[in-house]
């Protein structure tokens, strides 16, 4: 998934032309600028390459993901369902959007199923949120109708699914709003950064305001705009937007080498019979940036998992024991500590977090590795990898 194994020339020039005039801010200064808006630039590609209307930067996924909440008018009160395996992040934005997130079974596509989600529907969901983890996406077609039956609202988590497509439409666009992040480790990099894509203009609009203290962003004169909403700083700057411009036009070919490596991968090791394939709600859409499998126990994937490290095959995660991708393992999200007390503790009927009870999610996760697929491994160092794979199997 790493674009940042692919820097070159191409993020230099981006990030130079910033540098020679000087403009960090991605709105304003239109005469010293010289023409270089990085910013607009990257969200115009990103709404051509994702056919999608609107598309707004900000300063990282995080933010992206609290300013689609409150773009979507999720705030005080509300319940955001989400899944148990995520990055922290899905539910620390709901938290700080001072909802309440409600927590649904995930099945074998390692996302939320339509199933879970209908099982916690209250008078008080406003929202779901959608996370194609791992590249790939669920069944977005039995979400949807879930969620219409019941007038809620979906936003996707595509941070980590960038380049990934259902039926034919980009993850991120199928709901009323989709995030991705372009932090250092993801499919592309700003360094750190972020988008909200919407083909809904008034979330867009909410989205671009809300990110930027409120400002309307009409005209050139910044201090004579209006401030129709309060928000926050989650600007992201022209430097972060330039790099991200250079990684953006690499994406196709980005996605391109995960797939072709793995399927190579996958159909090398078609034979094991330990092997449950995580379960691709549209194959085709894969994005690929993790090869993900089930193994029969919970007994056998930590066998496994301690295996394949012994055989040198890096890169191998097993998200059930992993501190930021699974709720069981989240102590101060079940507990919902931070360093002051959040909004969350004015509701009062909010979970016990530390009762959630998952059963199948648990079971699949007990169960699920994922291998993160490079872009800089060469034939010879696929093949040596598949290669150690069959022993750790064997
Ligand atoms: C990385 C990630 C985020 C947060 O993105 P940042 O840019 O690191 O803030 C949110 N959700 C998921 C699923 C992620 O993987």
Not at 140 to 166: P, R, S, W
Not at 318 to 341: D, E, F, G, R
Request: proline share 4%; aromatic share 8%; hydrophobic share 40%.
């Amino acid at each position: 998934m790493p674009g940042f194994e692919i820097l070159d020339h191409e993020e230099r020039k981006e990030v130079m032309d910033v540098l020679d005039n000087g403009v960090t801010f991605r709105y304003n200064f239109d005469h010293a600028r010289n023409g270089h808006w990085k910013a607009k630039e990257m969200e115009e590609l990103l709404c051509d390459t994702m056919q999608v209307k609107h598309a707004h930067l900000v300063s990282s996924g995080t933010a992206a993901l609290q300013t689609a909440l409150a773009a979507m008018g999720v705030g005080a009160g509300d319940e955001v369902i989400v899944p148990p395996f995520t990055f922290v992040a899905s539910v620390e934005a709901i938290v700080a959007a001072g909802a309440i997130p409600v927590f649904a079974e995930i099945d074998e596509t390692l996302c939320i199923s339509a199933q879970g989600i209908e099982k916690v529907i209250t008078p008080r969901t406003k929202a779901v949120n959608v996370v194609h983890m791992c590249g790939a996406m669920p069944d977005m077609d039995a979400i949807k109708k879930v969620c219409e039956v019941h007038g809620i609202l979906i936003l996707e988590d595509a941070c980590q699914a960038i380049g990934g497509t259902y039926k034919g439409q980009a993850l991120g666009t199928l709901g009323h709003a989709g995030t991705y992040s372009f932090d250092s480790v993801k499919t592309i990099t700003c360094g750190e950064g972020g988008a909200v894509i919407t083909n809904h203009p008034e979330i867009y609009n909410y989205a671009h305001m809300y990110s930027d203290h409120g400002h309307d962003h009409i005209g050139s004169d910044r201090g004579a705009e209006k401030h129709p909403i309060m928000g926050l700083n989650f600007r992201i700057s022209e430097l972060n937007a330039a790099m991200g411009l250079a990684q953006l036009r690499k994406l196709d070919k980005i996605v391109a080498t995960q797939r072709k490596t793995k399927a190579k991968i996958k159909a090398a090791l078609a034979d094991i019979a330990d092997i449950q394939w995580r379960e691709l709600a549209d194959p085709e859409g894969d994005q690929a940036s993790f090869l993900s499998f089930m193994l029969p126990t919970q007994e056998r994937t930590a066998e496994i998992h301690q295996k394949l490290s012994e055989h040198g095959v890096d890169g191998c995660f097993y998200w059930y024991v992993n501190s930021w991708h699974y709720l069981k393992n989240w102590q101060h999200i079940q507990t919902m500590t931070s360093c002051a007390p959040l909004p969350i503790e004015l509701n009062d009927q909010v979970p016990d977090y530390t009762q959630v009870h998952l059963p199948q999610s648990d079971d699949i996760m007990s169960r699920t590795l994922s291998m993160l697929i490079k872009l800089s491994w060469t034939e010879e160092e696929i093949d040596q990898r598949i290669e150690s794979m069959r022993q750790a199997f064997a």
